[in-house]
């Protein structure tokens, strides 16, 4: 079963920096797009970015201070997070098209 496994979480103040990556496990063939989403306390769960085809789109804010990659030959996709505010804290997820959700990885961001 083809299963998404979240990491690199964790708490950060504001203005910190954070990598996250998401492994995909299990056997896969052809992964067209990948994208991360968050899910903050009371709200509902909204796209961040997405990279597909060698191109990548960013969601509002995040432009400028999140970057979306991947590395096609380990099914990994990162997102490099930075100027973080607490208004970023959330529960972080990557998505592929038909694959379940994963567990997510918690950022936490202090003022």
């Known amino acids: 079963q083809v299963q998404l496994v979240e990491s690199g979480g964790g708490s950060v103040q504001a203005g910190g920096s954070l990598r996250l990556s998401c492994t995909v496990s299990?056997?896969?063939?052809?992964?067209?797009?990948m994208a991360w989403y968050r899910q903050a306390p009371g709200e509902q769960r909204e796209l961040v970015a997405y990279?597909?085809?060698?191109?990548?789109n960013y969601e509002g804010s995040f432009k400028g201070r999140f970057i979306v990659s991947r590395d096609n030959a380990d099914n990994t996709v990162y997102l490099q997070m930075n100027s973080l505010q607490p208004e970023d804290t959330a529960v972080y997820y990557c998505?592929?098209?038909?694959?379940?959700w994963g567990q997510g990885t918690q950022v936490t961001v202090s003022s």
């Open positions: 998505k592929i098209p038909e694959i379940p």
């Open positions: 990279i597909a085809s060698g191109f990548t």
């Open positions: 299990g056997r896969i063939f052809n992964i067209n797009s």
